[in-house]
């Protein structure tokens, strides 16, 4: 009993000690790559100018640009998602309801699991916010082109509604994160680093892709307010 009690103690002493020397070597690295961080903040721009606008007389033109800025950028990250850098795909951070579960649990005994990349609760709340972005969208176009009537327009109301609350309670989880973890979440999503370990960094961080992304709102946006060029008619009936 005496040689495997040793035998433990030694072996978590060991544990305790690579794991404080993993902490000790942690610094800045490069995790939300610029693709990431652009959609990120352009989503939030769109979502929030869409709902500013939905009620205001002479802003649809704004609002429905804004909803096809948010289905363009939808289609972007879904591709990213699979094709992107390693903290962007899905595969890296989408997970099931157990994980969730421990992560929770950790988060009330004060003693929050680590992700680099993102946690599980941030991750359900991503994938929950890419879903809501397609149902919305999509019931925006159906409303716009007079399909389904007013139960439609009412479906596309109590959708964006529940995005908004969904935005908000995100919003508090990152806060709450930011608290918890101590570190600065918001400043990691405009910056693109966190606290981890050298060889975790993302290998690039895909600056041209970043800029082509804006480029192409910003050219959306432009032929919009260009007298609705011939292929706009999809968009503008």
Do not use: C
């Not at 050298?198 to 892709?209: I, L, Q, T």
């Amino acid at each position: 009993m005496k040689t495997l009690s040793r035998t433990h103690t030694v072996t978590d002493t060991d544990t305790a000690t690579a794991s404080a020397a993993r902490a000790s070597d942690s610094q800045r690295i490069l995790v939300w790559d610029a693709p990431v961080r652009v959609f990120h903040w352009l989503m939030a721009l769109s979502f929030a100018g869409a709902w500013l606008s939905a009620e205001q007389d002479g802003w649809e033109g704004v609002h429905v640009t804004l909803g096809y800025t948010m289905a363009g950028l939808l289609a972007f990250r879904l591709l990213w998602g699979v094709f992107g850098t390693r903290y962007a795909r899905f595969a890296d951070f989408v997970r099931g309801p157990a994980r969730i579960a421990r992560y929770l649990g950790s988060l009330a005994r004060g003693r929050p699991e680590h992700y680099t990349g993102h946690n599980p609760a941030g991750a359900a709340a991503v994938v929950a916010l890419l879903a809501l972005t397609a149902v919305v969208t999509a019931s925006g176009w159906a409303a716009w082109h007079e399909i389904g009537g007013e139960a439609i327009e009412e479906l596309h109301e109590g959708l964006a509604g529940a995005m908004l609350g969904l935005v908000f309670i995100h919003i508090a989880g990152v806060l709450a994160g930011s608290r918890l973890h101590r570190e600065n979440l918001v400043a990691a999503m405009i910056g693109g680093r966190k606290q981890g370990q050298p060889e975790d960094a993302a290998r690039r961080p895909w600056r041209g892709v970043a800029a082509a992304i804006l480029l192409a709102v910003l050219a959306f946006w432009w032929l919009q307010w260009q007298g609705a060029p011939a292929w706009t008619k999809l968009i503008w009936p």
